[in-house]
């Protein structure tokens, strides 16, 4: 099984940039597909990005697609979002999330209901 820790969320300007960290432990994330996701006051919890258990492959929904970034570093057991041009409408709780898939998969996941393990979310506050 494995734990995620979210960290990196805070108060923003628009046009800034943050980089969100979410760090495993328990098991290698190479071995999982991994996802973040973010939730604002009073909405649904939404997909925003996607990586591959093999890191090969990344998808993102179209509002964040050209400024943010998934990554993953293998040796540090840690993924990032990097969110670049930031808007007001990105201000949200976000989560990580991630699904067994085993090494070597090429396959990513953007349903929250495809994702077995979430760590407790981080708040991106982004002001006008």
């Known amino acids: 099984q494995v734990q995620l820790v979210e960290s990196g969320g805070g108060l923003v300007q628009a046009g800034g940039s943050l980089r969100l960290s979410c760090a495993a432990s328990g098991r290698t994330v190479s071995n999982y597909a991994m996802g973040w996701f973010r939730q604002a006051p009073g909405k649904e919890r939404e997909f925003v990005a996607a990586l591959s258990g093999n890191g090969g492959n990344t998808f993102y929904t179209s509002s964040v697609k050209g400024r943010f970034t998934i990554s993953r570093h293998s040796a540090k057991n840690t993924v990032y979002l990097q969110m670049n041009s930031l808007r007001p409408e990105d201000t949200a709780v976000y989560y990580c999330?991630?699904?067994?898939?085993?090494?070597?998969?090429?396959?990513?996941?953007?349903?929250?209901?495809?994702?077995?393990?979430w760590g407790l979310g981080t708040q991106v506050t982004v002001s006008s």
């Open positions: 999330a991630a699904r067994f898939v085993g090494a070597g998969s090429s396959d990513y996941y953007t349903g929250k209901s495809d994702y077995n393990y």
